[in-house]
């Protein structure tokens, strides 16, 4: 049987390959793993049903002989310890690449994601413009420090690995991605790892979900 992703039936992406799930799709993707999606509505992910595969109420969830997985970076890295092709076989470079990893999800993507939540939910409130260098600042800070990192690399630590597609993943949120004129290594990085087929597969899996419950 084929792996079984959870994924939005509606997503508040709007196809844009942002919603959870498209690392998870993007790792299968890229080791050449076919998988199935069942969709959930927002209400379904309250359900016990799904909270038993998923505690907190959200998607992805990865199921696979008896294993139920969730947690985005979770899935991906038990995807990429599977199959070949995104971790290396060096043990010292694979160690490096699981590190890319939590650094995304861990160190990248905070700042990042508490701008988004401020834009989204404090847009009304007296304190939100006093609030925005600051949160602005602090995007910065991690994306010069990657950038400083990355240098003229074509990614970060020798071939594409799942570091790389998390830390892409990270990147390509609104909050992130907005600045990244101004960090042009950065953006570059981004384009090539949207080039790849992999991801533009991945990609075009999430729209075509969005498109048919817009015509649905």
């Not at 993707?29 to 038993?52: C, I, N, S, W």
């Not at 043990?91 to 990248?108: C, G, L, N, Q, Y």
């Amino acid at each position: 049987m084929n792996p079984i992703l959870t994924a939005f039936k509606t997503s508040p992406d709007r196809g844009r390959g942002l919603a959870r799930d498209m690392p998870a799709r993007w790792a299968l993707e890229e080791v050449g793993q076919p998988y199935d999606v069942r969709l959930v509505t927002f209400a379904e992910m309250k359900e016990p049903a799904h909270k038993a595969l998923q505690p907190f109420g959200q998607i992805p969830t990865y199921e696979a002989d008896g294993l139920v997985l969730f947690e985005s970076g979770a899935i991906v890295l038990h995807i990429a310890e599977r199959h070949p092709g995104l971790l290396p076989t060096d043990a010292d470079a694979r160690a490096r690449a699981i590190a890319w990893m939590f650094a995304a999800v861990s160190t990248v993507q905070p700042p990042i994601v508490e701008r988004e939540r401020a834009f989204l939910l404090e847009r009304d409130k007296p304190w939100f413009d006093a609030r925005q260098p600051a949160l602005e600042q602090e995007v910065r800070r991690r994306l010069e420090d990657l950038s400083d990192r990355l240098g003229d690399a074509e990614w970060l630590d020798g071939p594409f690995s799942v570091g790389d597609l998390m830390t892409v993943t990270v990147l390509r949120r609104p909050a992130g991605a907005n600045l990244l004129a101004d960090y042009p290594n950065l953006a570059a990085y981004v384009a090539r790892a949207e080039a790849r087929p992999a991801f533009q597969r991945a990609y075009a899996d999430q729209l075509a979900v969005f498109e048919a419950a817009s015509a649905g």
